[in-house]
């Protein structure tokens, strides 16, 4: 388990970040800016707990500004022209927005990227039995967890069952103040004494992600009652058979909403920052431009977690395609001018970065580490060891963003994941890097990274989004 680890390894001569503790910048009236952003930030993730519910809560809050689904624009051959605003939907898990510009595509786009999926426990395609007259769901951890974390606490149900004749059903359990919620039992302390000498990766394993749902038997069933009884609520609340799991994306997640955080309530607690800070902000900050020169673009993706695989992941050709259609519709389609869009594109490429926490000050170097209230986090690399898996942005690239940044007054900081050596840890930047596009990643710091409550601070979310906003005006 993660033991306090001694600062001995700090050299004294390593200075500390001297930058501007950015809450004492502000007015009175900057101040409420910050916090109202931050509230229907903590509404956001309240609300969004998976891939699927982020898309189509983007979705709302795009069309609230005017944007139209692409798929129309392309069935009604729909031509683009700048200032337009367009989505194009994929699968329901990831999307891209984008703000048609003044400039033709070939010269490029303002890319703002992040992902939407977090780490969780996913239902098992065959989840549900019964053990000892209680019935429990089985599953399978998505992404990088601490297993030891997940058990004990309140979890909700999210996700969807389709039927076989494809109707889809959506589930949200544990949400509502009035719902009952799930939960994975721990071993008591009074007989945890072998497991208390496992390691912190064995303390809890896989397989002891299970979730308890029902201790009540149906009367008259022979065998496996209490499942028999669960089974019986979802028929009679949802109208399926157990057979639908076999085609249902379920999702275990931390039950309840976002909390402010601090006496002051400086910070916000929430499950699943990482990385739908860094979508909310990207498209917050998209939603507010209405013309540009050169088409700017937010991405919002799924898999990231799980190394940006399969069709909704950042190595899909979907992005690909959507820049195709876009460039379609604007009457100047050819497979070469697609290459030299995205060749001639900036993006920021946004992910959460781990934010110095003084309880484990010795797995960071100082003047290289995120710290809360000081702005945007640029990692100009990622990766672990040698830089290894890093995307490792230009310099000309990161000299003109704090040009651009500079311009709007908009704090920021670089950083690490880390000491040399001590992990590391990797993003999209280095897919998007393929096209030969300039990339960087840059993002929100965050406390306790795939915790079920990670902790952020409202001034570097709200910085941020300003980042992003002078990222658009300016590159
Ligand atoms: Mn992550
Ligand atoms: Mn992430």
């Known amino acids: 388990m993660a033991a306090k680890t001694s600062a001995k390894s700090e050299k004294k ?61 392309i069935a009604k051959n729909t031509k683009l022209k700048a200032g337009d605003k367009v989505y194009l939907n994929n699968m329901g898990k990831a999307i891209a927005f984008f703000l048609i510009g003044s400039e033709p595509l070939e010269k490029g786009m303002k890319i ?139 999702e275990a997640v931390p039950a309840g909403p976002a909390r402010d955080l601090g006496l002051d309530r400086s910070m916000i607690t929430g499950y699943g920052h990482d990385d739908r800070v860094c979508a909310y902000t990207s498209l917050a900050a998209l939603l507010e431009m209405d013309k540009i020169d050169r088409t700017a673009v937010c991405l919002l993706v799924d898999k990231e977690e799980i190394g940006s695989v399969g069709a909704t992941g950042m190595t899909s050709v979907f992005f690909e395609n959507a820049v195709a259609e876009v460039m379609n519709l604007q009457g100047d389609y050819s497979e070469l001018k697609v290459r030299r869009a995205l060749a001639a594109s900036h993006m920021l490429s946004s992910d959460v970065s781990a934010a110095y926490d003084p309880n484990y000050p010795a797995v960071n170097e100082k003047k290289n580490t995120a710290y809360f209230g000081k702005g945007l986090v640029f990692n100009k690399y990622t990766g672990s060891r040698g830089k290894s898996g890093s995307n490792d942005a230009n310099a000309e690239f990161m000299a003109a963003i704090r040009g651009a940044l500079g311009k709007h007054n908009v704090p920021f900081q670089t950083a690490e994941l880390g000491r040399v050596d001590e992990g590391g840890g990797g993003t999209i930047a280095y897919i998007m890097a393929k096209y030969n596009m300039q990339v960087i990643d840059s993002g929100v710091a965050v406390l306790c990274m795939h915790s079920p409550w990670e902790i952020a601070s409202k001034t570097d979310i709200f910085e941020a989004k300003q980042g992003y906003v002078a990222f658009l005006k300016e590159m």
């Open 13 to 73: 001569t390593e200075k500390k970040n001297e930058k501007q503790n950015t809450w004492l910048t502000y007015t009175d009236k900057q101040k409420k800016e910050v916090f109202a952003f931050n509230e229907e930030y903590r509404q956001f993730i309240s609300g969004c707990k998976t891939e699927r519910e982020c898309v189509k809560e983007a979705i709302r809050m795009a069309e609230a500004k005017g944007y139209k689904n692409l798929n129309d624009c």
């Open 112 to 250: 703002l990227g992040a992902h939407i999926d977090s780490p969780r426990l996913d239902l098992k395609q065959v989840p549900l039995y019964e053990d000892t007259e209680m019935a429990l769901l089985d599953t399978h951890y998505y992404g990088g967890i601490k297993k030891y974390q997940w058990v004990t606490l309140p979890l909700a149900l999210h996700g969807v069952i389709v039927k076989k004749d494809g109707t889809q059903i959506s589930v949200c359990i544990g949400e509502d103040p009035a719902d009952p919620v799930v939960c994975i039992s721990d071993l008591l302390i009074h007989l945890s004494a072998k497991q208390m000498e496992k390691n912190g990766a064995k303390v809890i394993e896989g397989e002891d992600l299970n979730i308890l749902i029902g201790s009540i038997p149906l009367k008259d069933e022979e065998k496996d009652a209490v499942k028999a009884n669960v089974l019986k609520i979802l028929k009679d609340k949802y109208d399926i058979e157990e057979d639908d799991f076999l085609s249902a994306e379920i």
